[in-house]
């Protein structure tokens, strides 16, 4: 049989097995959020899991998000460096790029990274260990236990992160092209203040929104279907995070579709 053939062939049983994914992640999602009535039990596990999700994950963001705004800054003003503009275009197209795109997408890919991979683990081990068999036993909801806390706290701390984000890059944007000598602080903000558009703070909050859901709950599937030990903990925490890197970049594309 040629190559073409076998490709060809492949291609049905592939997209059963990708429909076969998705049914089961929306089950996993749907068996979670039955528990949304006694997440006031949960309570403590959800601020403990804002913690580990948002305030442990603070610095690298931050770093990054600077980091951002100043590589946009200094490219805006090289491109602009030879058009005839006010020295307020360069805050004009800064900070919506900022607030509408990397503040929101970078740390995202960050969250994906540090908190996918540490959900999964951990939740992966939980199984290979037969811990979560161990809270069944005793009757418990595991997945309402374990799942929908971690979900909760995306939903808080992810956009959070992101107005932290976006001040960290703006202030950081600005103040490069001040020390760079490209154009003043005062100038920076000013360009930035007469074109802000309070739509561009929420169409970001909303991808943020969107990404922590998506990163928490494939994290938590990949972790709670992990089996094979040691090494099918690594599978589930590498899967965890390539998946969500991969949703990341197909919701930024629908919502700005379906929003901008």
Same mark, same amino acid.
Not at 103 to 119: D, F, Q, T
């Given at each position: ?35 949304i009535?006694?997440? =006031? ?25 600077a ?9 805006t003003?090289y ?18 790029t ?78 490069a ?45 990949? =972790?709670f279907?992990?089996?094979? =030990? ?31």
């Amino acid at each position: 049989m040629s190559a073409a053939r076998r490709i060809l062939f492949a291609i049905p049983n592939t997209v059963s097995s990708v429909l076969q994914q998705i049914g089961n992640y929306a089950l996993f999602i749907s068996q979670a959020f039955s528990s949304i009535r006694e997440c =006031g039990a949960f309570r403590e596990s959800i601020f403990r899991q804002m913690v580990r999700i948002g305030v442990e994950s603070l610095p690298v963001v931050m770093l990054a998000s600077a980091f951002s705004g100043v590589v946009v800054t200094i490219q805006t003003a090289y491109q602009l460096e030879n058009v005839i503009l006010s020295s307020n275009a360069v805050g004009a197209v800064v900070v919506p790029t900022l607030m509408l795109e990397m503040a929101a997408l970078i740390p995202g890919l960050i969250m994906a990274s540090r908190v996918g991979a540490s959900i999964a683990a951990e939740i992966g081990t939980m199984r290979v260990t037969e811990q979560i068999d161990a809270l069944e036993a005793m009757g418990m909801n595991s997945v309402g236990y374990l799942v929908l806390p971690r979900i909760l706290a995306g939903a808080v701390m992810f956009p959070s992160i992101y107005v932290a984000a976006v001040f960290v890059s703006v202030a950081a944007g600005g103040f490069a092209g001040e020390f760079l000598g490209y154009l003043p602080f005062e100038a920076f903000i000013r360009g930035a203040r007469t074109y802000f558009l309070p739509f561009d703070a929420f169409y970001g909050m909303t991808k943020m929104l969107a990404f922590g859901f998506l990163i928490t709950s494939i994290a938590c599937w990949k =972790g709670f279907t992990a089996s094979g =030990g040691a090494d099918g903990v690594g599978r589930a925490t590498t899967s965890a995070v390539v998946l969500s890197c991969v949703n990341i970049l197909i919701a930024d594309y629908v919502l700005a579709a379906l929003l901008l």
